[in-house]
């Protein structure tokens, strides 16, 4: 899987439905990394779409997810990752040797109001800050 920019660092959500925690999370990676690396989200059985508050909760801090739709992971992404961060999605997320492995473990949005989503997308963005700092990518913090 290649875009172009094979010398940056790559990272891959996933979770079941590709529908909320790693749609945010990939939001606040692109946001956050300003192109310094790259990254996807899918997972091993996609929604239909996005979780319209998920898209809500993210739209509120100025990252548009509203333009994203739920995936299927392929072996092709698993393989060009560098690091494969997972969501609840236990046995069904790929395991490739080599490859350096976080599980993620967060409140599944779906079917949240919108303050349980905020509290859940302020926590991906500070595992995104992290995750980004162990890839040696500054980042400003918050104000």
């Not at 925690?21 to 996609?46: I, K, T």
């Not at 801090?61 to 698993?78: N, V």
Request: hydrophobic residues 45%; negative net charge.
């Amino acid at each position: 899987m290649s875009d172009g920019r094979d010398d940056l660092p790559s990272v891959l959500f996933l979770c079941v439905h590709n529908a909320g925690r790693s749609q945010m999370a990939l939001g606040w990676f692109e946001h956050l990394a300003e192109r310094r690396a790259v990254a996807w989200s899918a997972g091993s059985e996609p929604a239909e779409n996005v979780n319209p508050v998920a898209v809500a909760a993210m739209a509120e801090i100025g990252i548009d997810i509203a333009h994203e739709h739920p995936k299927r992971w392929t072996e092709d992404m698993a393989r060009a990752a560098d690091v494969v961060i997972t969501m609840g999605c236990g046995d069904a997320c790929p395991i490739y040797p080599g490859k350096r492995y976080e599980d993620w473990e967060l409140d599944d949005p779906a079917g949240q109001d919108i303050e349980a989503v905020r509290r859940i997308r302020d926590e991906i963005g500070e595992r995104v800050r992290a995750l980004l700092a162990s890839l040696g990518i500054v980042v400003e913090q918050p104000r």
